[in-house]
């Protein structure tokens, strides 16, 4: 019989020896990637990354705790510009930068939390929605940031800038590196939170907060500290797509973006780690890659031009992409509520079953 017979192996990253081969093969693959892909995949990879971070963070306020947020985009804004403004105005690594500019976020994070107290469902939505489009607003007319034109990333160094210390990163493949590297990290930092009391706290809340204070959970801090929480993920992905990216101006952080990150936890699957993984890749796939040049797509492209150009204009091609995901979110609710992670659980169950 499997039997847990130790806390400690709730958070163990390898349950078998096949888990521990197929991870290192997985792994190994990822790391030689930019081997054998073009330039502009990688720089589709990294976006899928820093896309990861977003999403993974997310859930754990959307999916494990049960908070509707609207206003990520805000908090993936404050990593981005607070970075990219500590790099060039107090000459810090850009490690500390990212690290002060995520705590920032998380702060903000706390605070916009503290609403959710009192508030829920649609009223919790609207809150955070006034928090993104705030900062969009405030970044775009103060002359630090900026203003409307946007800022530039400066270089991405490592170490002290202008000094003997400097070690400044150049190319999609060398920031793909560094990101692959903090994505793991932050995905088993994710993981393993849930597995503890912080994350049982966070799933209580998200049942029946209620019953969950009647139990002992302190619904201030733990409701409070969900948000702060994901606002530092969300920190720590706009630090990186400053970079990835290297221009952004506040209209990059607007409300679209906000409703893309949250139908990225959607379709993956609330309350799953590895569901937000999955989400955050088919969107972010779907967006910079496959819709993005809907005329050029393969059998469906001369279909969908005719279609814009009798109804629509040739111009409106790009709104093709919104309807895709417009449908894509509408299937998945209707037919597999679980999301992609839903689908992957019958994929296994069915193998693991196979042929009975």
Known sequence: MDMKRDYYEDIELFSSKTVLVWSVIFLLFLFTLPIYVPSYNIYI??????????????????????QISLGHAG????????????????????LIAIVLAALLAAFLGFIIGLPALRLEGPYLAIATLGFGLTIMHIIGRWDIFGGRMGITAPPLD???????????????????????????????????????????????????????????????????MSFAVSAFYAGIAGGLYGF?????????????????FLVMVVVGGLGSVL????????????????????????YLGNFLVGISKRWFTVIGLANFSSIALGLIMIIIVIFEPLGMFGIWIRIKKYWKTWPF
């Open 244 to 260: 990835v990216v290297s221009f952004f101006d506040p209209f990059t952080f607007n409300l679209i973006l906000s409703i893309i």
């Open 75 to 94: 908090f993936f804004a404050v990593g981005a510009y607070g970075t990219s403004l500590i790099m060039m105005h107090l000459h810090l690594p850009f």
């Open 158 to 224: 490592l170490g002290i800038p202008g000094s003997s210390f400097s070690l400044v990163i150049e190319g999609d493949a060398n920031i793909y590196y560094l990101i692959l590297i903090i994505t793991i990290l932050l995905v088993i930092a994710a993981r393993n939170l849930m597995k503890t009391r912080v994350g049982r706290a966070f799933i209580a809340i998200r049942d029946d907060d209620i019953a969950a204070e009647v139990m002992g959970v302190n619904l201030t801090l733990y409701k409070t």
């Open 275 to 298: 569901g937000a993984i999955m989400g955050a890749v088919l969107i972010t796939y779907l967006q910079f890659d496959l819709l993005k040049n809907v005329e050029t797509l393969p």
């Open 45 to 66: 990879l990294n976006i899928i990354m820093v896309h990861i971070i977003l999403a993974v963070g997310l859930n754990i306020l959307v999916g494990y705790t049960g």
